[in-house]
């Protein structure tokens, strides 16, 4: 049974940092490239980061480029999402991914082909 599981969601005052993880069981990142979701209220779902782990292959969207990173521990099943100086436009609850390529267009990032997602964590930046 394919599972993604998110955690590490919560509230972060401005400038600080969370890390949020994404269990995935039923395939491993050989099978799918993975990928980082957001949506705000009242916002279209956007992609904030893809990556295929295993040939160590990350893309970022500019929105948040030198700021978030994307890791993932192939023994473990586990996708990272490393966030470091939040912002309150950064406020969303995430969702990782798993689909069958990476797409990458000026600015933005996604999946081709999304076919399982994870339920989603809060992330809340406020002071």
């Known amino acids: 049974q394919v599972q993604l599981v998110e955690s590490g969601g919560g509230l972060v005052q401005p400038g600080g940092s969370l890390r949020l993880s994404c269990v995935v069981s039923?395939?491993?990142?050989?099978?799918?490239?993975m990928g980082w979701f957001r949506q705000a209220p009242g916002k279209e779902r956007e992609g904030v980061s893809c990556?295929?782990?295993?040939?160590?292959?990350?893309y970022y969207a500019d929105s948040v480029k030198g700021r978030f990173t994307v890791s993932g521990d192939s023994a473990k099943n586990i996708l990272y999402l490393h966030m470091s100086s939040l912002k309150p436009e950064d406020t969303a609850v995430y969702y990782c991914?798993?689909?069958?390529?990476?797409?990458?267009?000026?600015?933005?990032?996604?999946?081709?082909?999304?076919?399982?997602w994870g339920q989603g964590t809060q992330v809340t930046v406020s002071s």
């Open positions: 991914a798993a689909g069958y390529g990476l797409f990458v267009a000026p600015g933005h990032v996604g999946l081709n082909g999304v076919k399982h």
């Open positions: 039923g395939f491993t990142f050989d099978d799918y490239a």
């Open positions: 990556a295929s782990i295993g040939e160590n292959i990350t």
